[in-house]
């Protein structure tokens, strides 16, 4: 009977440990919350005292503003942006607290007026993942704690008074999004590993020295403004270093004779190595452009190739490089080797032969031409080429056309800056977007970004609009888009959408229903069915990104959209949603609305599809919802 209440009284005391435990926690965190917005607050505390922040409440049982917890009632996220507050930062208020340094991964306060103390401190939250201060007034060098913040995937610092040399932030192998602008910062720029950026820029610094290898995946404007940095995508080139930096020249004084003969016949055989090498490129060269004159066919181009490819037919490869100055058309006469110059004055005086000569790599192959990723080193450019194939279109209507389509604009189509036309070949010129398109994101070639419900939402809504746009200015021209996909919805570094290829081809999508008027479709314009076309290809886009799947033939046999129909007729909805918007918690009411509109869009009959201008609205009424909702729940 003893041993009984022994073990009950031991078993008692361990619940009560357990009961008390969390609530001691909740309390430690809560002060710390109270003592970090002291601070930065110069003791002031928020403006409204009804959004808690104070020792009567508890920051996630009474949903303080400003702070985001998770079902477990953890504090995850702290975001007091825009409250002009002009106090201290002081993380090791936070971070000096274990539970709540284990669990923060966001601390953001952009455009305050904020100073910093003991910055150093927020190393020991080393699970966060964003940290954002843009638009205050931090000032002296960034610590090299920052360093060992492993896994800081967004960092932004901007718009400060930093100066001195960055600590080797190189070394965060996650870093996708880096803001330092406006600041004066010194020294060279880590050599980040660019392909997982999504934002990077530097510009307004003291940063000085060659840019790292891959920086030129981020234009000009990313590095403007810091007069000692060098390389591409700037214009300035890198000087080449001496072989003795330092001056001291001894190392080349008091050579023996015997050395200078022996380092003479060394030259010498070298020389007439590189001779030899030369008379048998340009022997090789010469018996190539022959070939060329008699075969007129596409030049092949692997897909890991990166130099020297070329985009344009053979017959057009030979003509330019023998003569350097024009192409000649059967069609027109002799053509101008200079590109039709629409948007951009960067690529004014770009000539066809430079595009040409320029190192490619192929983007891709579609049904309609192939995409090249073009770097044109003495611009300081990189750019993206659509090289069109079979489409009869005459050269006079193909420039009407293009040139029609430049003067309609919205932020959110990406406009071609220029185009080259012959008989034989049919050239767009994009600004290059390094950030992926919406087909790559979903479907697993860019690990490092996260897509999630928010963001879905924002490009489903912003994507709309811009075709509602496009739409509206161009049906009196009979201009639809004509191949809308997902692969041509391209991401800008704040995953924001731009509509690329606009108006270049009929519809490719599998609307069953737009045979008649696809085949029909005549070069100078497009039926209303087309139009309806681009509803229907929208609508799988918004299907590719509630369920994650990709558009062509599932498993089952059936295309995404005959498949997700099927589905919900046998009321089985929420089986066709993204597992990842699932696990995310996302809200399964507004999941099932925009599914609702997307099924719309992909009606068989083109006739009972909503206009763009009503799928816009559908859907700007669900992103208001989902703002609404995130409001009252606090700010992210």
């Not at 803001?179 to 997982?196: R, T, V, Y």
Request: some cysteine; hydrophobic content about 40%; proline content about 4%.
């Amino acid at each position: 009977m003893n041993q009984i209440s022994i073990l009950v009284f031991f078993a008692s005391l361990f619940l009560l440990l357990h009961s008390v435990r969390p609530q001691v926690d909740q309390d430690d965190v809560r002060n710390a919350l109270v003592k970090y917005l002291g601070k930065l607050s110069n003791g002031n505390g928020i403006p409204d005292p009804t959004q808690g922040w104070n020792l009567t409440s508890y920051p996630c049982k009474d949903n303080w503003v400003g702070v985001k917890c998770d079902a477990h009632f953890t504090v995850k996220r702290i975001n007091l942006d825009h409250f002009k507050f002009s106090g201290i930062f002081d993380p090791s208020t936070l971070c000096s607290v274990q539970s709540l340094a284990a669990s923060l991964t966001i601390i953001s306060l952009n455009e305050n007026t904020l100073r910093g103390e003991n910055i150093d401190e927020l190393a020991n939250c080393n699970q966060i993942t964003g940290f954002h201060i843009g638009g205050n007034q931090f000032s002296g060098s960034l610590p090299e704690a920052f360093a060992r913040l492993n896994n800081l995937k967004r960092l932004d610092i901007s718009r400060n008074s930093f100066s001195g040399v960055l600590p080797d932030l190189a070394r965060i192998s996650g870093l996708t999004e880096f803001s330092a602008q406006e600041n004066q910062l010194s020294g060279p720029i880590p050599k980040f590993d660019f392909p997982n950026f999504n934002t990077f820029n530097v510009s307004v610094n003291k940063f000085s020295g060659p840019i790292p290898r891959g920086g030129d995946l981020f234009n000009v404007s990313c590095y403007s403004d810091n007069p000692d940095l060098c390389g591409a995508p700037l214009t300035n080139r890198c000087k080449s270093l001496p072989y003795n930096s330092s001056g001291d020249d001894t190392s080349r004084k008091g050579l023996s004779n015997d050395q200078i003969l022996m380092y003479s016949g060394y030259f010498l055989v070298g020389l007439v190595v590189v001779l030899l090498i030369i008379f048998r490129v340009c022997k090789n060269k010469k018996a190539k452009e022959e070939r060329y004159d008699t075969v007129n066919k596409v030049v092949a181009i692997n897909d890991d190739s990166s130099i020297n490819a070329s985009f344009v037919s053979s017959e057009y490869k030979s003509v330019v490089n023998k003569s350097g100055v024009s192409v000649a058309s059967a069609e027109s006469g002799p053509v101008s080797a200079s590109l039709v110059v629409l948007t951009s004055p960067e690529v004014n005086g770009l000539k066809f032969e430079e595009l040409l000569k320029a190192p490619a790599e192929l983007l891709g192959r579609g049904k309609h031409g192939s995409v090249y990723k073009v770097i044109c080193q003495d611009q300081g450019m990189t750019l993206a080429v659509k090289r069109i194939k079979d489409w009869g279109i005459s050269s006079s209507d193909f420039k009407q056309r293009m040139q029609r389509l430049d003067q309609v604009k919205h932020p959110n189509v990406l406009p071609a800056v220029a185009f080259y036309c012959s008989k034989q070949e049919k050239l767009l010129v994009y600004e290059y977007q390094p950030n992926g398109s919406v087909f790559k994101l979903l479907h697993g070639t860019q690990l490092n970004q996260v897509f999630d419900w928010g963001s879905r939402l924002g490009v489903a809504a912003t994507t709309a609009e811009a075709l509602a746009f496009m739409h509206e200015e161009l049906h009196e021209d009979g201009i639809a888009h004509g191949n809308l996909k997902s692969s041509n919805i391209l991401l800008n570094k704040n995953l924001e959408p731009y509509i690329s290829e606009y108006g270049l081809m009929a519809t490719e999508n599998q609307d069953l229903s737009l045979v008649s008027s696809v085949n029909s479709y005549q070069a100078t314009g497009a039926s209303d069915g087309t139009f309806k076309g681009d509803i229907y290809g929208f609508g799988v886009i918004l299907l590719e990104m509630l369920t994650g799947k990709i558009s062509t033939v599932q498993n089952n046999g059936m295309d995404l959209a005959t498949w997700v129909v099927s589905v919900v007729r046998e009321e089985w909805t929420v089986e066709v949603f993204d597992r990842t918007l699932v696990r995310e918690g996302a809200s399964e009411e507004r999941m099932v609305g925009l599914l609702q509109i997307a099924i719309k869009c992909v009606n068989r009959s083109a006739e009972a599809r909503p206009s763009i201008n009503q799928v816009a609205l559908m859907i700007n009424t669900i992103r208001e919802e989902e703002e609404r909702s995130m409001d009252t729940s606090g700010p992210l």
